[in-house]
């Protein structure tokens, strides 16, 4: 087999409708949030091969084509979807207007009438539906512009995202799905990170307005996956999507409809059977009221917060809790339904002294969401970590509210991103939320190849200082790091022996690598206290640390010209990954 039909488990060329249902099949174990790198390698296989299968299912590369990353310009025109094949020959050129095949037998060509006679209507499902998306991507992309070769990236991430939760809803249509199976759509995450996404939804409804045959169960599954905890109160992006699995406008149900019957209480049987009903009537209602009076404080206290929460942030927000008993002092915002945080009660509320009447972690989850997106952005990794008491060491887990934060940072050239958060934690720091519910957390950067020396801490007291960040990564914090590595490992105490010494940080140095490539180290110079000579030079590379006479140094030097014999030391503080050579 071949990319990209191996990518999507095919044995070779195949028809459109068979490279999405394959598309789709993927998608149930490679979820973007889980696997972004398979998705990302899953998603450009399909986007290959749909081309590939509209084109007549000619060779494919032996590998990804790499994408464009140039923002497309306002003023092109939308990209036109397909129409049929395109000829290989000058003579087959054809010389009147390309018709629109699918809307009837006759005007369909012979390639067509074959495809008919051996895929049938999954490939003529298959094609409208290509060419939908197609005009779907183009309005996208019309919509949303980037200036940024990273921006159209995300937005090309974006789409991905979108297009297969689509691809797989109208797959497990065509495919007459099981109802268990559209239940475990609408519960994955393929489904669950773009449901509120407002292009998504638009193309969902396209979807809902021609899927006639959809099975009332799975409507009703819908339904539930895309109303809040308020059928009266869905958030009105979804308005188009409930009215249509229903029939109606959210907002405006329509009356119950009351039945009467005809009495018949001169008869000695209607008064024996309606008693039994009275009594089955009256003891449901009875425990229901007693239910809904010992619940009632609850259900007050939790009004109270969502009223209170409305006016501190200026957003509506609801209780998970009046939809599940098992998310106790759990909220979310109304219009964001992925926002979820806890709010406790605590105390009377009373603004002028400053006390809000709860607590809660709503701006932890704000700073989050914030970092994540950082860290989508920039490619850095992060993480969010709470110390877990009970194991005495750090640990983070889903729902919780993080305690501290870890970022991996390239050692060398990562400027503009280092810049770019110490601008973030200004901008958050200036938000209302933020102001008025300060979270208390800590922020620790790490080298990425050693990722258990920390080589800068900021706490949450004090306002985050961008510009001296980036002072602090372009020229301080590499050498000293490398001289804190000298000294705690016990290399200097074996190079100078009695003698007292001290370590100057020296910058970086430029050496060379395989293949003449110019390589940055951190520079620390070992220096006798007593007469300020320089007897020792130290260099810290991404995982080696390098000893060696001062003499024998020369500013070409390469890598290879540095090492020596591995330093041997218990230190059990110094990281796994380093080693160290002194000659």
């Known amino acids: 087999m071949s990319w990209p039909w191996n990518e999507l488990g095919l044995s070779g060329p195949a028809d459109l409708a068979a490279v999405r249902h394959a598309y789709a099949e993927r998608l149930k174990t490679t979820h973007p949030e889980e696997d972004p790198e398979g998705f990302q390698r899953l998603n450009e296989a399909y986007q290959q091969a749909r081309q590939l299968a509209r084109r007549g299912g000619r060779a494919a590369p032996q590998g990804p084509v790499s994408r464009s990353v140039s923002p497309p310009r306002p003023a092109e025109r939308p990209e036109e979807p397909e129409q049929g094949p395109e000829p290989e020959e000058p003579e087959e050129v054809q010389t009147q207007e390309t018709p629109v095949y699918g809307t009837g037998e006759a005007d369909q060509p012979a390639w067509r009438k074959l495809d008919d006679t051996f895929e049938g209507e999954a490939s ?5 539906r290509e060419r939908m998306a197609q005009a779907r991507r183009s309005a996208f992309f019309h919509r949303h512009t980037a200036t940024t070769p990273e921006g159209v990236q995300q937005l090309e991430r974006h789409w991905g995202r979108i297009e297969a939760a689509q691809i797989m809803a109208e797959v497990l249509y065509d495919s007459n799905a099981s109802f268990q199976e559209w239940v475990d759509y609408l519960h994955s995450s393929v489904f669950l990170i773009v449901k509120g996404d407002p292009d998504f939804v638009a193309g969902f409804e396209e979807f809902l307005r021609q899927a006639s045959q959809l099975p009332q169960q799975v409507k009703q599954e819908m339904v539930r996956a895309f109303s809040g905890l308020d059928a009266g ?30 009495p018949f209480w001169k008869k000695p049987a209607f008064r024996i059977v309606a008693g039994i009903l009275l009594c089955l009537i009256l003891v449901p209602l009875g425990v229901s009221a007693i239910a809904y009076l010992v619940t009632m404080p609850g259900r007050q206290a939790r009004a109270a917060m969502c009223r209170y929460l409305e006016e501190d942030l200026g957003r509506k927000v609801e209780s998970l809790e009046n939809m599940n008993s098992s998310y106790a002092n759990m909220y979310r915002l109304w219009d964001d339904p992925g926002v979820v945080f806890t709010v406790e009660p605590d105390g009377e509320r009373d603004l002028a002294a400053g006390r ?13 969401k914030a970092l994540e997106d950082f860290e989508e952005e920039w490619g850095w990794e992060l993480y969010p970590m709470d110390w877990d008491d009970d194991n005495g060491a750090w640990g983070y887990h889903y729902g919780d509210s993080p305690e501290a934060y870890r970022l991996e940072v390239p050692m060398w050239g990562d400027d503009d991103a280092v810049a770019a958060l110490g601008e973030l934690m200004s901008g958050l720091q200036g938000e209302s939320w933020y102001q008025l519910i300060p979270p208390e957390y800590e922020l620790y950067l790490v080298y990425r190849s050693l990722d258990s020396l920390i080589w800068y801490q900021y706490t949450s007291e004090e306002p985050f200082d961008g510009p001296g960040l980036l002072e602090y990564y372009q020229n301080e914090a ?49 220096v006798l206290a007593d007469t300020g000579e320089t007897v020792r030079k130290y260099f810290l590379d991404t995982r080696e640390l390098y000893s060696i006479p001062a003499e024998a140094y020369h500013a070409d030097m390469s890598i290879i010209d540095l090492g020596g014999d591995i330093f041997d030391t218990s230190w059990e503080n110094v990281p796994y990954q380093l080693t160290i050579w002194r000659e």
């Not at 809000?356 to 989050?368: A, D, E, W």
Request: hydrophobic fraction near 35%; glycine fraction near 10%; charged fraction near 20%.
């Open 478 to 526: 590499g050498p000293e790091a490398c001289a804190y590595l000298v000294e705690n490992s016990g290399l200097a105490a074996a190079d100078f022996g009695e003698a007292a010494y001290r370590l100057e940080p020296r910058g970086t140095a430029w050496t060379t690598e395989l293949h003449d490539r110019t390589y940055p180290l951190f520079c620390v110079d070992g």
């Open 356 to 368: 809000l009447g709860y607590t809660t972690n709503y701006s932890n989850v704000m700073l989050t």
């Open 124 to 128: 003529r499902r298959a094609e409208a």
């Open 233 to 262: 109160q869905i958030p009105q992006v979804w308005h188009g999507i409930y009215e249509i699995l229903t029939g109606r406008a959210p907002q405006a149900p329509g009356p119950a409809k009351r039945t009467q019957t005809k």
